[in-house]
């Protein structure tokens, strides 16, 4: 009795190829023919092509593959290929689990301060119809398609909807209107991944200003100080990792007195008596 070939997503030591970040897996074996068993994780969906073209598409579970040749094919194949023509057949495999991609970018605001955007958005295949969707229209390298393909596609739909809001919003009001920003990521995503048979499922956004400086300030802008304030307190928190005396006086706005004799009559010493005046 002949073994027949099985077809899987498995490696021989049973370990899973399609792991977290992996789209698509085009089976790399030539040995698919009639009788082989197509093995299909409750997961996945595989797409059979038979020379180039859509043969059947299968959801979770085990399939022989059964398909009648036509005489003259069936004797061209008999003849070179002793039986059994190579690339005959091809299974992709396609993930209907939840994949997260991950975009990151510029944007400019009102002020033209650059911005970074980081937008996670998760995305699945749903069916079988919209496996065919993936297999047919999507290019792929290699035997994968993963995230990050798909984010060479993705990501300058995701650049665009950031910057159609953050390039009119003021550098202060950005965060306030992240739930804008989100909703209008959402819907170009949808749109586009709708064409390749991708399902959006959820998308977060995040956005902090490229310069640390400039995210310092906001943030002490968020405690409700004035912009004078901000930039005070700003620089007593640098002069303070510097180790200056006169941190607190910056961070009040008042002047950093020296005695003129200091403590134990040393020169230069801080004295906390009358002395004269250094600087604001």
């Not at 498995?10 to 790399?28: A, F, R």
């Not at 996670?120 to 749903?126: L, S, T």
């Not at 928190?237 to 002047?255: D, Y």
Request: hydrophobic letters at 40%; a negative charge.
């Amino acid at each position: 009795m002949a073994i027949r070939n099985v077809i899987s997503t498995l490696n021989n030591d049973g370990t899973e190829v399609m792991g977290p970040g992996v789209l698509m897996y085009h089976h790399p074996g030539n040995d698919i023919q009639t009788g082989s068993l197509l093995t299909v994780e409750s997961n996945h969906f595989c797409v059979l092509k038979s020379r180039g073209a859509i043969f059947d598409v299968y959801s979770g579970g085990q399939y022989p593959v059964q398909t009648t040749d036509r005489p003259l094919i069936g004797s061209i194949q008999q003849a070179f290929y002793s039986g059994q023509s190579p690339w005959q057949y091809e299974a992709l495999f396609v993930s209907a689990a939840k994949s997260v991609a991950k975009a990151q970018g510029l944007a400019l605001s009102r002020e033209l301060a650059e911005m970074v955007y980081d937008v996670d958005y998760y995305v699945h295949v749903d069916s079988k119809e919209d496996a065919v969707k993936l297999v047919t229209h999507m290019p792929y390298q290699g035997h994968f398609f993963t995230t990050e393909a798909l984010n060479a596609y993705a990501g300058p739909v995701v650049e665009q909807a950031v910057n159609q809001l953050v390039q009119v919003t003021p550098l202060e009001m950005i965060n306030e209107r992240i739930h804008e920003i989100t909703e209008l990521v959402r819907g170009h995503l949808q749109d586009f991944l709708s064409i390749y048979g991708i399902t959006l499922n959820d998308v977060k956004v995040l956005m902090r200003p490229r310069d640390e400086r400039m995210r310092e300030l906001i943030s002490l802008r968020a405690f409700g100080l004035s912009e004078v304030d901000s930039v005070r307190v700003y620089m007593a928190m640098k002069m303070t990792e510097h180790g200056l005396l006169s941190a607190p006086n910056m961070a009040i706005g008042e002047p950093f007195n020296i005695g003129l004799t200091g403590l134990g009559g040393v020169p230069g010493m801080p004295n906390l008596g009358d002395g004269v005046k250094h600087g604001a």
